[in-house]
DNA sequence: AATAAATCGTACCGTACGGTACGGTTCTGT
DNA sequence: ACAGAACCGTACCGTACGGTACGATTTATT
């Protein structure tokens, strides 16, 4: 069985351990993520490996934990909230998003676990949607959801209307980053690209002049 | 040397091998895809798979390239097109691409190419871009060169808005797909997804009434 | 300080895989 | 029909990796 991931509390040790397998995974690819390597490169025996994460896949399953402990939940909001702030709260969103999506880390776990994902369970890869990526869609959520109890966007399914904006925001970048495309790395233009999403998303869901104010 | 994979033409007897090796690929993944696997499933010898295709590196590429080459390009439009039949293939355009992505073999590839991206030079991504991709993306760039001909959608920038209509049209599923997210694969909703995307397109950026007629 | 637990470094084992070699067999060209 | 090439099946080699064992060393506990 391997080792529990439930409690995603890991020592000290184990973090710094956690740590330089993620960096042998960014530089190097699964390939490069050997249990001799890890141990060598953060000078602890295999012994101790299998002993705290059970077995390769059980590191690998900690790793993802490890890296999606680190990212703090937003909660913004809370506020008032005009339909310019709210707008900037989407093109926030938006920049993150793109931010987070190219992080030389989530790149490397996302290639790992669907490297990993025709095998059976598909368990890397349901803790990296379940970790990773819920987070996002419940701040996004949040947010639209708060767009719509103020009248400044319309919609009848939310997660239609968010996988919308997301489509607007990624586009088909992720699926570049990930296969390496060189010139889709390239954070100059997330601002833009971010602008131009949030533009057509409101194009297309905000609220009309008339119906800001008051009922239907 | 990798063998010559600018030729794209096989021997029947290496497509027959091809297809077994496929077959494997979608079955187990990579880690299922080995050289003694693939020489018992196609009842040939290795020696041959080595003379044929260089390395066990020249066999993913040949599988890549000899997927490519079963599809077919597209040649569509030449016909007068009015706004019906526009957006008529528009929507084709979007349920083609939907089903493409889901497709097995698809999937498969685009896994093996991305679980190797990490290594140096990104062979493999390369060829899957330039092979698979390049077809879809000609396709759609043609479809709507010829709708902003027509006046009936304007745009500045032919490439932003390409990727826009990708974004609608498949916003994160392929990623999901890739993941091996159960609930993304359903056939069976990419009839409406296409419908609503080619709807959300044309709320974007097709052209006005008035100016559908004449120039400016 | 003494004892127990945890950890390190290294060595070891079994297996699986990429790649090669070779004898026997089938296909091809003349 | 015959020679030569292509090909199949199998066996083989070296290596690399996952996983285990163990003595030596460090750390924690009392």
Known sequence: MTARISDDEFTPRQSAVLECALELLVAGGEKALTTAGVARAASCSKESLYKWFGDRDGLL?????????????????????????????????????????????????????????????????????ERGRRRIDSRACALLEAGMRRGLIRYEDRDDVYHTLYGLIVRDLHVRMLLGEEGARRPIHFADQAERAVERFLALFAAREEERAGGI
């Open 61 to 129: 399953a900690a790793m993802i934990a490890y890296q999606a402990s680190k990212v703090r939940a937003f909660s913004d909001d809370g506020g008032m909230m005009d339909a310019a702030r709210f707008r900037a709260h989407l093109v926030d969103f938006a920049h993150d998003l793109l931010q987070v999506l190219a992080g030389d880390v989530s790149l490397a776990l996302n290639r790992l676990a669907i490297g990993q994902a025709s095998r059976e369970g598909n368990r890397l890869a349901r803790l990296l949607i």
